[in-house]
């Protein structure tokens, strides 16, 4: 049984917005996947600050991936979870042994960027289907990241050394 009766929402017009959902479901576990990458191999002068930030951004994605998951299933869909599909849809690319300090810094930055232009249009998506939900969702999304956003450019600024 659908809960999308129970929700009111159509299955038609909540079509894109699982799509939407699952195209950032596997870039959020790619983005996860590199942020591990990136805590793992961390050298230098700022190694201690850098540890713990790329942590904490990696357990705050594995909470979003969850929630995503989560909305799709309310929504009626099955949530993808085989890594290999989502390397083949994922906009975010593997970064492998990603270069550390503000290289690494940059990355994270750039993949940000990539979610948030998603998410904005994703919330607009469910905006227009009255999928509260889902804009409820994302938007707290966005406000976490902006900021994550702010502090990380803060610390590229001019004094930054490797």
């Known amino acids: 049984m ?9 299955e038609k017009k909540v079509q894109p917005v ?3 959902l699952s195209q950032l479901l596997a870039d959020f576990q790619v983005f996860y996947a590199n942020l591990r990458g ?9 190694f201690f600050s850098l ?3 790329y942590e904490e951004l990696y357990n705050d994605a594995a909470e979003k991936i969850d929630e995503i998951a989560e909305r799709l299933l309310q929504l009626g869909a099955t949530p993808e979870n085989r890594f290999s599909e989502y390397l083949k849809v994922s906009s975010i690319k593997e970064t492998g042994n990603q270069p550390t300090g503000k290289e690494g810094v940059e990355t994270v930055l750039n993949n940000l960027s990539n979610l948030i232009k998603q998410e904005r249009e994703l ?4 905006s227009e289907i009255d999928d509260n939900a889902t804009v409820g969702l994302i938007d707290g999304f966005l406000g976490g990241q902006e900021k994550t ?3 990380l450019v803060s610390f590229l600024d001019k004094s930054y050394k490797k």
């Open 123 to 126: 919330s607009k998506l469910a």
């Open 51 to 53: 540890h713990a930030k």
């Open 38 to 46: 990136l805590h793992w191999n961390v050298k230098g002068k700022r």
């Open 2 to 10: 659908s809960t999308l009766k129970y929700l009111g929402l159509d």
């Open 149 to 151: 956003v702010w502090m």
């Open 18 to 20: 699982v799509e939407g």
